[in-house]
Nanobody, 113 residues
């Protein structure tokens, strides 16, 4: 089982980024997936989740209305579109599979002017 995130980088406040998570080694199309993040000096926190079908989405209050989680089961890829970025969104963003418990290596997002 492997999860590989990409798409992080430096963005200005108000800007956008799109993260990707390439999944392999399991049946991605049957798996609920999520994103989490860990900011400097903070605990890792939930960001967003999506059901295996893509029909159900869940968001942390801090990102609701700004971030959108999606998936392409044909490409075994999970996405996180981030808009209206704020400095508080600066963090290492992780892709997560619950069963078996698997985390990617993370991709750094820095929001700064």
């Amino acid at each position: 089982v492997q999860l590989v995130e990409s798409g992080g980088g430096l963005a200005q406040p108000g800007g956008s980024l799109r993260l990707s998570c390439a999944a392999s080694g399991f049946t991605f199309s049957s798996a609920d997936m999520s994103w989490a993040r860990q900011g400097p000096g903070k605990e890792r926190e939930f960001v967003a989740a999506i059901s295996w079908s893509g029909r159900e989405e869940y968001y942390a209050d801090s990102v609701k209305g700004r971030f959108t989680i999606s998936r392409d089961n044909a490409k075994n890829t999970l996405y996180l579109a981030m808009n209206s970025l704020k400095p508080d969104d600066t963090a290492l963003y992780y892709c997560h599979l619950a069963f078996p418990d698997t985390w990617g290596q993370g991709t750094q997002v820095t929001v700064s002017s």
